[in-house]
């Protein structure tokens, strides 16, 4: 029994409450800091262009969206403090997930899908989320906390707009997770 609650002790998350107060804070000291708000759309953008620009230069002078890259951005991509914070997240997760001995190889899913078909969704949903991102011009750590966290109207509507469109499409997708 005392063996069986060190085990379920070990995989319990942190209290959600003092998540969202150590994530305020983060937000908030990265706007203090840095002068700017924390976002993963960013990072990955600046990813992109390093390997077109390594992969297909040629292709990089020419389209109009990474020469616009280059020259807002002086020097290379990858030097940007949102890459290393996208890092900093990759490897805190990865070991707070081995800490709490919560790493497995194990796809978690509905018993009434499979392992592929919820691989398949969250691509898609991967997916939907970056064409988004492009499209709103930053992704919802941008837009809606960082957006919130200098009170800003936009980042309050986006919040709203965020979770608003998944509580109304959480009927739909529930069978992926129940």
């Known amino acids: 029994m005392e063996k069986e609650m060190r085990k379920k002790k070990s995989r319990s998350y942190i209290n959600p409450y003092i998540g969202g107060i150590l994530l305020g804070l ?3 000291l990265a706007n203090y800091i840095s002068g700017r708000g924390v976002g993963a759309s960013g990072a990955m953008k600046s990813t992109i262009v390093a390997a077109v620009e390594s992969i297909a230069p040629k292709h990089a002078d020419d389209a109009m969206f990474y020469k616009e890259y280059s020259e ?4 290379n991509p990858l030097n940007s403090w949102l890459v290393y914070q996208m890092l900093g997240v990759l490897v805190g997760g990865f070991l707070s997930g081995i800490l709490a001995r919560r790493m497995t190889w194990k796809v978690e899913h509905s018993p009434k899908i499979t392992s592929r078909t919820r691989l398949i969704f969250a691509l898609l949903g991967g997916v939907l989320f970056g064409f988004g991102s ?4 930053g992704c919802t750590s941008g837009s809606a906390l960082s957006g919130m966290a200098v009170l800003s109207l936009g980042g309050f509507i986006s919040m709203m707009a965020i979770f608003g469109t998944a509580f109304a499409l959480a009927y739909f997708v529930r ?4």
């Open 26 to 28: 983060t937000v908030l």
């Open 72 to 75: 807002s951005h002086a020097g």
């Open 134 to 137: 492009q499209l709103g011009r």
């Open 175 to 178: 069978k992926l997770w129940i």
